[in-house]
Nanobody
Framework: VQLQASGGGLVQAGGSLRLSCAAS????????MGWFRQAPGKERAFVAR????????YTADSVKGRFTISRDNAKNTVYLQMTSLKPEDTAVYYC???????????????WGQGTQVTVSS
């Protein structure tokens, strides 16, 4: 199984980025997909998750209204659209796949390698 995250980079505060995560080696439509982030010196934190069909999403309060998770099961890809970025959004962003509910970080079976997002003030 491989989860390949991409789309990170350096952006000014207020800007936007779209992260992508391409999955292979698994039946993508059977997995809840999630995005997490880890800032320097901090624990990995939940950002958003999306159900198998894409019909249900859940977003952390810290990014609600600014970040949107979506998926394209035909392309085996999950996305994270990030808008109104803030310096505190700076982190390495990871995608992950859960064969269960995806409601706890321990419930994710597979992880991508991460992509760096840096937001300058």
């Amino acid at each position: 199984v491989q989860l390949q995250a991409s789309g990170g980079g350096l952006v000014q505060a207020g800007g936007s980025l779209r992260l992508s995560c391409a999955a292979s080696g698994l039946t993508f439509g059977n997995y809840v997909m999630g995005w997490f982030r880890q800032a320097p010196g901090k624990e990995r934190a939940f950002v958003a998750r999306i159900s198998w069909s894409g019909g249900s999403t859940y977003t952390a309060d810290s990014v609600k209204g600014r970040f949107t998770i979506s998926r394209d099961n035909a392309k085996n890809t999950v996305y994270l659209q990030m808008t109104s970025l803030k310096p505190e959004d700076t982190a390495v962003y990871y995608c992950a796949a859960s064969g269960t509910t995806g409601r706890s970080i321990g419930g994710y079976d597979y992880w991508g390698q991460g992509t760096q997002v840096t937001v300058s003030s």
